[in-house]
């Protein structure tokens, strides 16, 4: 069953640095997502990307942080500047053009700011 | 106000007993979907059943169910015979719209325990 991909599992870097957490959506599919999840808190809503663009984000999703859709399969976001709060669970997520699909997980990255 | 409510952060269940995790919704949006994911110690949101606003029957998937009553706005996820691996956090999740590249809406989980 195809699936969502994420890399890197687990980033470590220090505050003030950029990182860039990579997706790999499922093919067919034409919605894509972040989430991030505080360590055992609510998964938070990032941003939503369909058709080259953002269509919707949230709060969170400041002037620190861009996705791109470099090449047709993969699916990034950017923290420019990494702050210690940004230390959280990033998942990304597709889903296909129908009422009823759900979103499909990535096994996520875990980003540790020191 | 919060679009999902999960009141429940903690919940126990013998195992094989049937057990109910609470959730309901907020929207005036007359079409929406309601997804519930479980989320293991390891991490990784596996998504369980779905129910469309205007879907006449509840849901049901397996062991899953969902008991939907929509004019209490509520959407609750029945696991029956529970099983040691059904430990983990749930969540409930909503769309609203027919816009179907709208977020999800999360709750904020119900952990659940299932004693042997």
């Known amino acids: 069953e195809p699936e969502v991909t994420q890399t890197p599992s687990h980033q470590v870097t220090q505050m003030g640095q950029e990182v860039i957490l990579r997706c790999v959506p499922i093919?067919?599919?034409?919605?894509f997502y972040w989430y991030r999840q505080i360590l055992g808190q609510k998964v938070e809503f990032l941003v939503s990307?369909?058709?080259?663009?953002?269509?919707?984000k949230s709060e969170i999703f400041d002037d620190q942080f861009s996705v791109e859709r470099p090449d047709g399969s993969n699916f990034t976001l950017k923290i420019r500047s990494t702050k210690l709060e940004d230390s959280a669970m990033y998942f990304c997520?597709?889903?296909?053009?129908?009422?009823?699909?759900?979103?499909?997980f990535g096994n996520g990255t875990r980003l540790t700011v020191t | 106000a919060q679009k999902i409510t999960q009141t429940q952060p903690g919940m126990f269940v013998q195992e094989k007993e049937a057990v109910t995790l609470d959730c309901t919704y907020d929207?005036?949006?007359?079409?929406?979907?309601l997804f519930w994911y479980k989320q293991p110690s390891s991490g990784e949101m596996i998504f369980l059943i779905y129910?469309?606003?205007?879907?006449?029957q509840n849901a049901t998937e397996g062991r899953y169910s969902l008991n939907f009553q929509k004019a209490r706005k509520s959407a609750n996820l029945v696991i029956s015979a529970s099983q040691l691996g059904d430990s983990a956090m749930y969540f409930c999740?909503?769309?609203?719209?027919?816009?179907?590249?709208?977020?999800?809406?999360f709750g904020t989980g119900t952990s659940l325990t299932v004693i042997p």
């Open positions: 929207t005036s949006d007359p079409s929406y979907g």
């Open positions: 093919s067919n599919h034409l919605y």
């Open positions: 129910q469309g606003s205007y879907d006449q």
């Open positions: 990307f369909y058709n080259n663009e953002i269509s919707e």
């Open positions: 997520a597709s889903s296909r053009e129908t009422d009823n699909s759900p979103l499909h």
């Open positions: 999740a909503m769309r609203e719209g027919v816009n179907t590249g709208n977020q999800f809406y």
